[in-house]
């Protein structure tokens, strides 16, 4: 396939692109979509690479993935290798631990499957991955894998019949695509059958490249459909949100795509010259480089220098595109041209141990749960702090005999602990608060799981649904007098809930949550319960025990003990209005956001002590702070006790749980 400088033009808008939205440069809501512009271009590009090799009877599988690995692993290697460096200086545990983890896999090309089953890409915690962005590295190697064997399979058979196989698998990827993107977006994200739409989207415009070389379509239809892809793509870029994605809006940028490169193949047209401008083409060929540079060091410099401002910002740009240029001249060139190393298989000879030696780093950073003596005793002693007492129970092992149990005694429990991890993570609380009050009470708990019997998280929707059904159940069947809820109720206001199995539009998610949370709270109620709803701990954006425990501390580390009140309580007033409607009903509601307050800020360190273990889940010793709150409320509970166990039926002893 000959040069097409409007292709590398293509490929500079989509880095930038993916850059000013990662560095929150500008307006680019959508700049993530950057992404699905390469999915086209790569689909485009090694279909036609191995198509005229096919019908040539001259591709080999072994010739076309050692050119693969020349253009795709040694830069990569590069850039974890450097990555592992920094990460040994200025990782925590916990980080390091997750990092060793992440390379193994991004390694073996799968980090893709990895991060659907740990992390979600708009996630915070994402935002301290440094190898995040390599998913679609992955999404495209398992491509590679696939498309070779397939054309090879078709290369007897008609351009129609292979239209008509190459069209068909793309029409079920994007029908699953926007299926699953409601339900499960994590999946539509990350995995390559929800994914391959695009890369076959670009490979369907290859396999009828013939006809675009021909020159069919007037200048002026070219000019209009150049123009209108153009346009597709940008609008997508502007106005898309992580809530749409994927989706619908995926189109906009995949259709945009495909008219600009069949469109601006006349260098007569205007998105043409536009692309082919010498600072576009540059861009474009460092593109790769810049791409795997790019996140990385916006991870490890927010580490190291704190929060972006417009300086940092530019500093880190700079940096990138230094790097960038250095990386494709030094490595990605001499690898991808050296006639000695495509004519032997010194390639592999070499490649092959770098990658064991790199999937062996990053097993035993993980094995060695971080490397801990990269940090001084202070900073070993600190990860005790990371320790949780584990309340969840699956729904399908969800029994009363399952509950884990809080204080002492046994029989029947003077009240009920239901929520999601932010009702765990007070367990030590309530343990001590039990003791005291001479209170045998029981807790259960699920991630990511609001107490609300209809309206979930998609992701998990069913799981959830029936864990709170159990837990109602388990509340009628011991007639426990007293039940508290705790949830990390703004929290869910942001994400993708289903209502009754079907999609709650983002701006009636709010009221769809706390309506459905007031009813349970009514149904307990008229049970006779007397229900006590506490509320959400203050977030940050940061770990004050990473922070607090990195081997290269910044100068700045103040910065990462507290956080302004103002930005912590941003978008609060519809949670406000939740808890005082509550209170108005009769629902005990307990306040906890202030205890953390000093002047105008909210502590994450207190004497030198992190009162989280992350961004939001308290320590142990952060729970313990919350015991002028909740005393009130497990005094009152003790002195209900006889009542309660007056009306309440007896239960065999719970001394353990299975």
Not at 200 to 215: C, E, K, N, S
Not at 307 to 314: D, G, H, I, K, V
Not at 328 to 339: F, I
Not at 366 to 372: E, V
Request: net charge positive; charged share 15%.
């Amino acid at each position: 396939m000959r040069y097409r400088a409007d292709i590398d033009g293509l490929r500079a808008v989509a880095v930038a692109a993916v850059l000013l939205y990662h560095f929150q440069v500008g307006a680019l809501a959508g700049g993530f979509l950057g992404v699905d512009v390469f999915f086209v271009i790569s689909g485009f590009l090694i279909t036609g690479i191995i198509l005229p090799a096919v019908q040539n009877n001259t591709f080999t599988f072994s010739g076309f993935y050692k050119k693969r690995v020349l253009r795709i692993f040694p830069l990569f290697a590069v850039v974890l290798a450097c990555c592992f460096a920094a990460g040994m200086l200025i990782l925590s545990l916990k980080e390091f631990r997750q990092f060793s983890q992440d390379a193994a896999y991004a390694a073996l090309g799968v980090s893709n499957i990895h991060f659907f089953l740990h992390t979600g890409y708009f996630d915070l915690a994402a935002k301290a991955k440094p190898l995040l962005h390599t998913w679609s590295l992955g999404v495209e190697e398992q491509f590679y894998f696939c498309l070779p064997v397939l054309l090879v399979m078709l290369r007897a058979r008609s351009v129609r019949f292979r239209t008509a196989v190459l069209g068909g698998l793309a029409v079920c990827s994007l029908t699953a695509m926007l299926v699953t993107g409601r339900t499960a977006p994590d999946a539509a994200f990350y995995l390559l059958p929800f994914r391959a739409w695009e890369l076959l989207a670009g490979a369907l415009l290859a396999l009828h490249t013939g006809a675009v070389h021909a020159g069919r379509g007037s200048l002026a239809l070219r000019q209009a459909v150049s123009l209108g892809g153009a346009a597709l793509i940008g609008s997508g870029m502007v106005y898309a949100t992580p809530a749409m994605h994927p989706g619908w809006v995926t189109l906009l940028p995949v259709a945009g795509t495909c008219a600009v490169i069949w469109g601006a193949h006349d260098s007569r047209t205007l998105v043409n010259r536009l692309l082919s401008l010498s600072a576009m083409r540059f861009t474009g060929r460092i593109s790769y480089s810049l791409y795997l540079w790019h996140w990385p060091v916006l991870v490890f410099g927010v580490m190291l220098g704190g929060p972006l401002t417009p300086q940092r910002t530019a500093v880190m740009l700079m940096f990138c595109v230094v790097l960038s240029w250095l990386s494709w001249r030094y490595v990605e060139q001499p690898a991808r041209h050296s006639e000695r190393l495509l004519s032997s298989w010194r390639p592999v000879q070499v490649f092959v141990p770098v990658l064991l030696l790199l999937v062996a780093a990053g097993i035993t950073g993980f094995a060695t749960k971080g490397l801990p003596q990269r940090l001084t005793a202070q900073g070993r002693q600190m990860e005790t702090l990371r320790a949780f007492k584990n309340t969840d129970v699956q729904p399908e092992k969800l029994t009363v005999a399952a509950m884990t149990p809080l204080g002492g005694g046994s029989g029947h429990p003077d009240f009920i602990v239901w929520g999601d991890s932010h009702a765990e993570h007070l367990y030590p609380l309530f343990v001590r608060l039990a003791q005291r009050y001479g209170l045998h009470g029981l807790m259960a708990t699920h991630s990511n799981t609001i107490p609300s019997l209809n309206v979930q998280l998609g992701e998990q929707y069913d799981a959830a649904v029936q864990f709170n059904r159990k837990m109602l159940e388990a509340v009628r069947a011991t007639g426990v007098r007293h039940v508290i809820l705790a949830a990390r109720w703004q929290g869910y206001l942001a994400a993708r809930m289903l209502q009754d199995g079907s999609p709650v539009p983002p701006d009636r998610t709010a009221g769809a949550v706390f309506a459905s949370v007031g009813r349970l709270t009514a149904d307990l109620r008229a049970m006779g319960c007397t229900v006590w709803l506490v509320e959400d701990v203050p977030g940050h954006a940061f770990s004050a025990l990473d922070e607090l425990q990195r081997p290269l501390r910044p100068s700045n580390a103040g910065e990462f003990e507290s956080t302004a009140a103002a930005a912590a309580d941003k978008g609060r007033a519809v949670v406000e209005r939740f808890l005082d409607g509550q209170a108005a009903a009769g629902v005990q509601v307990v306040r906890t956001r202030a205890l953390f307050l000093s002047g105008d800020r909210y502590l994450a360190v207190r004497g030198g002590v992190p009162l989280y273990r992350d961004t939001n889940h308290l320590s142990a010793p952060g729970a313990l702070l919350l015991e002028g709150a909740l005393w009130p409320a497990l005094a009152q509970i003790g002195t209900d006790r006889v009542v309660a166990h007056r009306t309440a039926p007896v239960l065999a002893p719970q001394n353990s749980r299975p």
